[in-house]
Nanobody, 125 residues
């Protein structure tokens, strides 16, 4: 069973940077497409960014493009989300998600079978 655990959330001020990590166990990480998805209080889940298992494809939502960067370390079974120039609108619980099936588009949230429990990012002045 694939398990995902997110780390790195916290309280930061606007303009700050934060890096989230997601450690994966129980599966062949090198074959997993990985995504970060967020959900603000009272709002629907929003796709943030995703990276294919072979790292040849990365898809990033327009709302964070130029500020957020996804990367992966297959030696550490870890995917990262580097978030720069955070704004109040980035406040949300950030979830890591994974899937083996590459027939779906990376930005299709319904395609991801495995999810972490999330880590809260609170951007506040």
């Amino acid at each position: 069973q694939v398990q995902l655990v997110e780390f790195g959330g916290g309280l930061v001020q606007p303009g700050a940077s934060l890096r989230l990590s997601c450690v994966v166990s129980g599966g062949d990480f090198s074959r997993l497409n990985m995504a970060w998805i967020r959900q603000a209080a009272g709002k629907e889940r929003e796709f943030v960014t995703a990276i294919s298992f072979h790292v040849q494809k990365i898809y990033t939502a327009d709302s964070v493009k130029g500020r957020f960067t996804i990367s992966r370390d297959n030696n550490r079974n870890t995917v990262y989300l580097q978030m720069n120039n955070l704004t109040l609108e980035d406040t949300a619980t950030y979830y890591c998600a994974a899937d083996f099936d590459s027939s779906y588009k990376l930005q299709d949230m319904t395609a991801y079978d495995y999810w972490g429990k999330g880590t809260l990012v609170n951007v506040s002045s």
